[in-house]
């Protein structure tokens, strides 16, 4: 019986088989053709208070969409405050609306699985909305509180700034992140949010008040077009948005056409180095154009021809044959409203580098000079034809599609002439626009990684190199007002402070320092226990070792320069970790309780028993003593990067150490709130550390 059921099973196997086998050939494969396009019927009408309405019904689920265009951008942004659109575009939902604060409005839409998001781009504002039909009436009227009623609390405000902070001092960890930064300055210009950075100084200059402002002038119904389309009568969802919003009768002014690009970029070859990596991360290209340009097809199809697939020349060429890159690929960037980039993007081992863009040169100038194949063209063509359509395969694809052409001034009947022109590019319409197009003579190219491992020079590929300084500035401590009664005050506090610690001259006399540790830090904060140790060489040698749950972690600085050892591998210090280290040192007792002697630093009495102390540098520390022992009592200081407020120590367990009285147990805030506790386990001072011991590498 065993054997019967098996040549039955093999049987059927072998059936199953004949059945699913592969053609010979992949062209073999037969494809039914792509749908039509088709535009549903949208019904339109505008309010009386100038909002601009769409509505489609779509009953093949129960579910009600919106979505509402703002014609305002951060291309508005006023020139000091950087990032202040998207503050905003985040708050007008998150920061609360009508009567509801940002986290009851949660609460009310994850209760029915329903969302209201907002947003501003680079030229645009969004508000979306997306609910089960049963619950839409509820949330049209939440997206109408967000709409035309934010209430921006405050304390939303300021951690979307403690947020966009921490994303400033994360934004040189990622290579090809740099390169993208880099590449799209250099072609705009840093004049412009197509260009510029935004940095911690830009975020501490906005407030609530620039906030409600950049909302009021770009919020008002005339400036406004919403879109509505799910399961519901056109009808009555018309009556329905015409009440909601019956009461919303801001005005202003017409809003101002975006700034154009005015820039001129400079060809040459950019090198942001980066030590702590193995491979370069690459960008080159050229400013690129606009989707209505009239061989903005061609376009598409040449630059998928040369980098838009596995299929692409620059792929099979540099990649696969020469084995010169990781990755690369190029694109034709074409924008609404103002001329997009044409870049070609790729990473590749060090010491390849100036193979892999010589290789890549050869490439652009050989689609610039010579006709690309019939096979090619023919599948980029139905490559870029496929992608466009599925812009269109869903009612609310559609919709939205045709709202942005609306916005940008765009006919109804795009979606279908450049659907032609695709079909009548030829292959010498490819090599024609390739020639125009695109000039390698004026390419910018970004280079990021490590030029000590760059096989060759970048010199030799006949183009200027320079460096790109990508260093993240730190904002400038707002320091406070000093006159000569202060500053005497704050000499007087500074003694007093000194003498209690030990005396001048104990303090003079220190020459090094070992310092052992525990740090408990809160949950929030992590829950790590760490073990920590550090030693300190005058005048700047600093050493710390750190034992995680994950391994050991040593950094090491001599004012200058340094590096970092992990359990992955060691790498010279990068530029924050030595911002941080060299805060470390500024603060050092004997350093900082001798700054009246130092004539690079202010010392300044701020009243209530506190004490300012400075220096050219930009480090800034504030002292508050103890009336009682002149013992400080907490010391406060923003660490690079400022991302989480500024963090205050708290100090008790006042003990003598050669002389010197050390605290040995610190508290831990930042940003107000509690995260962590040091127990000094041992202090040793003047023990006679070499340089050495403090600089040995693991």
């Known amino acids: 019986m065993r054997n019967k059921l098996l040549v039955i099973g093999v049987a ?3 059936i199953a088989s004949a059945q699913t086998a592969p053609p ?28 601009k309405i769409y509505l489609l019904e779509n009953h093949e689920l129960p579910l009600v969409r919106g979505l509402a265009l703002v014609r305002t951008g951060n291309l508005f942004d006023p020139a000091d405050k950087v990032g202040l659109a998207g503050i905003t575009g985040e708050n007008i939902r998150s920061g609360g609306a009508g009567t509801r604060t940002g986290d009851q409005i949660d609460e009310l839409l994850e209760t029915t699985a329903s969302s209201v998001e907002s947003h501003i781009g680079e030229s645009f504002g969004s508000i979306s909305f997306s609910t089960l039909k049963e619950g839409a009436d509820g949330v049209l009227e939440v997206f109408r509180d967000v709409l035309t009623a934010p209430t921006f609390q405050p304390e939303k405000i300021e951690l979307s700034k403690r947020q966009i902070k921490s994303g400033i001092s994360r934004r040189n960890d990622d290579a090809s992140a740099i390169t993208q930064r880099e590449f799209a300055s250099l072609l705009y210009g840093r004049n412009n949010s197509y260009g510029w950075n935004q940095e911690y100084s830009h975020v501490d200059n906005i407030r609530r008040e620039d906030v409600v402002a950049f909302y009021q002038r770009y919020y008002f119904p005339a400036n406004v077009i919403v879109a509505v389309q799910g399961d519901f009568n056109a009808a009555e969802m018309k009556a329905r948005i015409e ?73 099979q060429k540099v990649r696969t ?69 599925f812009n269109f395969d869903t009612p609310s694809k559609t919709l939205n599609r045709i709202l942005t052409y609306r916005y940008y001034g765009y006919p109804d009947d795009f979606i279908f002439t450049y659907q ?7 292959r010498e319409d490819v090599q024609r626009v390739a020639a125009k197009y695109i000039d390698p003579a004026k390419f910018v190219t970004v280079a990021v990684g490590n030029p000590r491992d760059f096989g060759k020079p970048l010199s030799t590929l006949d183009q200027p190199v320079s460096n790109l300084d990508i260093s993240i500035p730190e904002p400038k401590p707002a320091k406070a007002a000093t006159n000569s009664g202060s500053l005497a005050s704050g000499k007087a506090m500074l003694a007093k402070a000194r003498e209690a610690l030990g005396g001048e001259k104990n303090l003079v006399a220190v020459k090094d320092l070992t310092q052992s540790a525990t740090m408990q830090l809160d949950a929030a904060a992590g829950g790590l226990k760490i073990t920590q140790t550090e030693m300190w060489l005058a005048p700047n040698h600093f050493r710390q070792e750190n034992v995680l749950p994950f391994g050991k972690v040593i950094s090491y600085s001599d004012g200058t320069a340094g590096w970092s050892s992990t359990p992955q591998g060691l790498v010279p210090a990068p530029d924050a970790q030595l911002k941080q280290i060299g805060l470390e040192t500024f603060r050092m007792w004997w350093s900082l309780l001798l700054s009246d002697q130092n004539p690079d630093r202010t010392v300044n009495d701020l009243g209530g028993g506190k004490l300012e102390v400075s220096d050219r540098a ?12 002149g013992l400080p009592k907490s010391q406060s200081y923003a660490p690079p990067g400022n991302a989480n407020g500024a963090v205050e120590e708290t100090y008790a367990d006042w003990q003598d150490t050669s002389g010197i009285k050390l605290p040995r147990k610190v508290t831990l805030n930042q940003g107000g709130r509690h995260f962590g506790d040091i127990t000094v386990t041992s202090t040793t001072i003047n023990s006679g550390i070499t340089l050495e011991q403090i600089s040995k590498k693991p």
């Open 618 to 629: 930009g480090h800034l520390v504030t002292l508050t003593l103890d009336p009682a022992t």
């Open 243 to 315: 009440k909601l919003f019956a009461g919303w009768n801001a005005k202003q002014a017409p809003v101002p056409p975006f700034p154009p690009v005015a820039n001129t970029p400079k060809p040459g070859i950019y090198v942001a180095t980066k030590t702590d990596v193995t491979q370069t991360s690459f960008a080159l290209g050229q400013l690129g154009g606009t989707l209505k340009d009239p061989d903005y097809p061609a376009l598409e199809v040449m630059s998928d021809i040369l980098g838009g697939s596995f299929k692409s020349r620059l792929f």
């Open 24 to 51: 010979a050939s992949w062209k073999s494969l037969k494809f039914p053709a792509l749908p039509e396009v088709k535009i549903p019927k949208i019904e339109e009408t505008t309010l009386p208070n100038g909002m």
């Open 420 to 426: 032609k022109a695709i079909a009548r590019v030829t």
């Open 321 to 389: 044959q020469l084995g010169y890159a990781y990755s690369i690929s190029a694109a034709w960037g074409a924008s609404y409203d103002h001329p997009g980039v044409f870049e070609i993007t790729g990473s590749t081992k060090s010491a390849n580098t100036a193979d892999a863009l010589k290789a890549v040169d050869q490439e652009v100038r050989r689609i610039r000079e010579t006709p690309v194949t019939a096979e090619e063209l023919e599948s980029s063509k139905q490559t870029v034809a496929n992608s466009f359509v």
């Open 12 to 14: 059927l196997a072998a």
